[in-house]
């Protein structure tokens, strides 16, 4: 049987915008398709909950065709940028490049909407665009971890928290991927509370609403769920201070054990020791700033808590293989 409406135990509260909300989605080549289907789906999934269309939404790209996403399907497109109708908010989605044709005419767009006191967001790496174009200048925001390194190098005056979703007055950016639903969720939410946001999520399987305090999972090994508190304190000290490494007395006082307590806690959950560990987070971020950026090796050694650029070489290839240099010249 069809899911029945929730509109009769809905109540929206007072000032709710009674016409509906509309939203944009700008669209660029090679974006996520995933991001975008999370992000519209969960309005969709919404209004058939409500039991009418109260959340609309329309697709933009720079010239108005269509344009291929990542996974190469293409997607029917409404509007170019310069005949984007009324919306409540316009999302960037961005995936996999930031340079594409009519960019300058985008970035023009976005000045002019956020000049105007428009709401702007982003959907992965959307943000990237909306720094870019001088969005993001004083409000807090995220993008995918991926990503990360080379924007906070890019732009280190924005404040990009590495969360799964941020929220700041009329910002509005996500990490993409699962992340995009966490951000409608909140939306739905706030518009008419926890009961229609829950019964999104559960409509997705979305086994728990995430909020804007959780942060990404990075890399392969970065799911602590389950694990220790204590643990995760440490791994998230390590992940935000890889330009000047704490010391191993430093990291186990700010958890409140000693050392060898510490020691015995990374062996037990991540089968390494916590110097292992934390250099492997550096050389992390050294490639992604080889593959992300343009600056020079001896930069990324810095950024990453190398003083030596043999000592940063030597230790980059015993951990993947290859030199800093030739990563630097592999296209991804």
Known sequence: MPTPPLATIVQPPAGLKEGGR???????????????????DAFRSANRLLGRDYYGWTTVSAD????????????KIDYSVNDIPPVDILFVAV?????????SKVLGVLRNWGRRGGALGALSVGSYLLAEAGQLDGYRCTIHWENRAGFTERFPDINCTGNVYEIDRKRYTCAGGTTSIDLMLEIIRTDFGSNLANGVANQFQHERIRSAGDRQRVGPERDLTGKSEKLKKIV????????????????????GLSVRQVERLFLRHLNMTPGRYYMRLRLERARELLRQTNMPILDIAIATGFTSHSYFAQSYRLQFGRPPS???????
């Open 22 to 40: 509309q939203f944009a989605f700008l669209l660029v080549d090679k974006f996520s398709m995933f991001s975008l289907a999370a992000a519209i």
């Open 64 to 75: 108005g065709e269509a344009v291929i996403a990542s996974n190469g399907l293409p997607i």
């Open 95 to 103: 995936g996999l490049t930031t340079e594409f044709p009519g960019k």
């Open 236 to 255: 998230e000290l390590m992940a935000d201070n890889l330009d000047e490494p704490f010391s191993a007395v430093q990291l186990a006082k700010a958890a």
């Open 326 to 332: 030739e990563e630097r010249r592999t296209t991804y």
